[in-house]
């Protein structure tokens, strides 16, 4: 990326930068027109050029990791990303409270918290992107949400020009959402913080999810350590081995991909029943809400014939049958148009509307 000269000295805290290309997971070559980066929130957020012309405007993108965007447009005009880079700690008694700046990566961060031997992050170890992100969709993986570890969120409200903290109930949390979702444009995150633990849960640990607990029995097994024993960081080491044996590697410059492209449905009970009727083997799933029921996304995919289907450079993978992804050189409007046939096939078949989870910017 090249520092712009249309400003000459850039007032400390930011700097901006003309076409500059933007990190994203998918691999998609997009640009933005003008870029800002932000290093220090405090310093850039008292700057009336930052405050009025980039963040009270709705259009400017706030960008973190590019993992969660479908680029479908290959040029963006205004694009805001942190990289404050700032976290820490304060302990009190069994519990610690963590923090972090938006532009920390998250993995990052967990890493570092399991490696101080603090419980509550570990099962979202190798999620990638952002810290800033990740109160976006609630990120969540192997049974646990950020929700159920979050203290507060520190942000700016672009519409009011004001700073924030939010407590969790504040932020409308569910299943891969939240209030900042249905508010587009009106939230700047700039700082998260999390409530952890120094001793383990009576539970510990956590392995309920396929394919964790003999990972963990087969890690643990040289030693013949009883399973208790597993530190947080052993534990994010065991996600992070189950993860790489499904998921495309964010890090992959071959295959680009957002996770999970499409959203497990959540469906009412009258429509659970409807459709275990029809398909006596569809996999149903209790939630909180007794009301409703979840499905898998990625059975309905499988059973609509696109696991492991490519078209050209695009399609859904093998191993994951919820992946979209990018087999090298395609265009974002070529993933977005397989992406919406297999939605139409799902619906067709099934009646179900399969919503996207990254957000598609056309
Ligand atoms: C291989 C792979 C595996 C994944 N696995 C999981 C998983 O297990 N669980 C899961 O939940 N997700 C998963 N994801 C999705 C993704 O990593 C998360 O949603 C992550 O939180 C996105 O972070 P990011 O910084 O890349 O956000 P981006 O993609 O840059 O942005 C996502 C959204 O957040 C907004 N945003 C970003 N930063 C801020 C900020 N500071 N303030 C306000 N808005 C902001 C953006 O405008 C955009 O709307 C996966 C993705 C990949 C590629």
């Not at 942190?82 to 304060?90: K, P, Q, R, V």
């Not at 976006?136 to 979050?150: C, E, P, W």
Request: glycine content about 8%.
């Amino acid at each position: 990326m090249k520092p712009t000269c249309d400003r000459p000295n850039p007032p400390a805290g930011f700097e901006w930068l003309t076409d500059a290309p933007l990190e994203n997971t998918m691999n998609l070559p997009v640009y933005a027109g003008r870029l800002l980066r932000i290093h220090s929130a405090t310093n850039a957020l008292a700057k009336p050029v930052v405050r009025d012309e980039w963040l009270s405007d709705p259009n400017t993108l706030i960008l973190g990791g590019g993992s969660n965007i479908l680029f479908v447009a290959e040029r963006i005009d205004k694009v805001l990303s942190l990289a404050n880079t700032e976290y820490g700690a304060i302990e009190a008694g069994e519990h610690i409270r963590v923090y972090a700046d938006a532009g920390v990566g998250l993995d990052q961060w967990i890493r570092w918290t399991a490696a101080q031997g603090w419980y509550g992050l570990e099962r979202l170890a190798e999620i990638p992107g952002t810290v800033g992100a990740a109160p976006i969709q609630n990120v969540g993986a192997y049974g646990v949400q950020l929700s159920d570890v979050l203290d507060s969120v520190e942000l700016w409200d672009r519409q009011n020009q004001e700073y924030a903290v939010w407590r969790p109930e504040d932020c409308g949390l569910s299943y891969r959402h939240s209030r900042f979702k249905d508010e587009p444009g009106r939230w700047l995150i700039l700082r998260v913080w999390a409530q952890l633990r120094k001793v383990a849960p009576a539970d510990w640990p956590p392995l309920g999810y396929p394919g964790l607990q003999a990972e963990a029995e087969s890690c643990l097994d040289p030693d013949k350590r009883d399973l208790k024993s597993l530190t947080p960081s052993e534990l994010a080491n065991i996600v992070t081995r189950v993860r790489l044996q499904k998921l495309p590697d964010w890090r992959s410059a071959e295959i680009g991909s957002t996770g999970s492209f499409f959203q497990n449905p959540i469906v009412s009970m009258a429509e659970a029943e409807r459709l275990r009727n029809q398909w006596p083997q569809i996999p149903t799933y209790p939630i909180p809400d007794p009301a409703y029921q979840k499905l898998s996304a990625g059975w309905l995919i499988e059973q609509a014939g696109w696991r492991g289907k490519t078209l050209g450079a695009v399609g859904m993978s093998a191993q994951h049958a919820l992946v979209l992804v990018n087999l090298g050189g395609a265009k974002g409007a070529e993933l977005w148009h397989l992406a919406q046939q297999v939605q139409s096939d799902v619906w067709q078949r099934f009646g179900v509307r399969l919503e996207p989870e990254p957000l598609i910017l056309k």
